[in-house]
């Protein structure tokens, strides 16, 4: 699992207490070389993955991060150069004080035992740090959860939404499609309703018009001058008939 930023610095804050202790001018803890190490390489590869997770943070929380970095950085070099000097001091001692006596022996052996206790006690400090550094992360990923879950179901009601939106949208559409074909419909039986009514008025007319010539006595009018017509004609033709018999009756005799 992939430490926070916030669990790296507890754990750097605890190691660099440790180192403090064990390496320190007034060092009041003993450790083993091997623990040591242990604590200065564990301090060297958080501060390299909290330089790396520093790349992602806003500027301003990068730049914070960056001096944490660095601060981090120079209590290792001081600790590493610390543990140097107290070695090349033990070993100077044990040349000096190779014949130490045996009360000599003891008193080493009692200080070492309460470093072992306080190194013990600062080791469980530390854990007990990372333990409630472990336990604020816990806390932010529920809440985090938390919100995220929030957030999805206000997406789900928004889809929701939108899917009843869409449905009226349809309703909408069907109606709209419905009142355009009874438009059409409508607008052909307007059109037929005014073609008969233009030969119903059509018709009215041609009977009004037939009713005030009869009235008038047109038609008769009309008749009778057809019936003077025709008789004007008939008797020129009769006379053109005569007429033209007695020529040719007198040419012939």
Known sequence: MALTADVLQTQLQADDAFLETVCGPSSVAAASEADIKEKLLRVQQNTAA??????????????QMAR???HFEKRLQGHCAALEARAETAKRNALLDGGASVVDGDAKRAAARRRTAVA????????????????????????????????????????QMLGATQDQYDVYTTTLNSASRVLGDLKKKTEEDSRYIWWSFCFFM????YIVLRRLKVFRILYLGASWTWWTGSSAAGLAHSGGSQLYSAYSG
Do not use: F, H, I, Y
């Open 120 to 159: 013990a006690a600062t080791k469980e400090e530390a854990e007990l740090a990372e333990v409630r550094a472990l336990a604020s992360a816990r806390d932010r990923m529920r809440d985090e959860l938390e919100r995220m879950g929030a957030l999805g179901e206000n997406l789900n009601k928004s889809s």
């Open 50 to 63: 909290l330089r790396e997770l520093s790349s992602d943070l806003p500027a301003e929380e990068k730049l």
């Open 206 to 209: 041609a009977t009004v018009a």
């Open 68 to 70: 944490s970095c660095q």
